[in-house]
């Protein structure tokens, strides 16, 4: 899991719409262009962001392809999440006068 990758991908407010749809249901391009009033084109550009982060995957159903979200990938991201933000306690390295001077 490329954390990174996957971050940049959900932190954009159109991809962020995508998967929530496709969290209810399995939708091809044209639904979801349909349904976020966006083209086909652009739409077929966030799908690719949201696969290359290993969010997302694809069923060939006759001529179109019906995208799924990956849902062990958002599980394993959001156990991460949970133990950062559980993290009790913050160590400190510097003392003294050095911290003033931000080394």
Do not use: P, W
Not at 48 to 65: C, D, H, Q, T
């Amino acid at each position: 899991m490329n954390k990174e990758k996957i971050l940049k991908a959900i932190a954009n407010e159109t991809r962020m719409r995508i998967l929530t749809l496709l969290l209810q249901h399995n939708y091809c391009v044209r639904a979801l262009a349909n349904k976020l009033n966006l083209t086909e084109a652009t739409i077929s550009q966030h799908l690719k962001v949201l696969r290359k982060a290993g969010l997302l995957a694809g069923e060939k159903r006759g001529y179109f392809m019906h995208y799924t979200v990956e849902r062990l990938v958002l599980s394993e991201l959001a156990r991460e999440l949970e133990a950062l933000a559980t993290l009790s306690e913050i160590k400190t390295f510097c003392h003294g006068v050095d911290c003033d001077k931000g080394e």
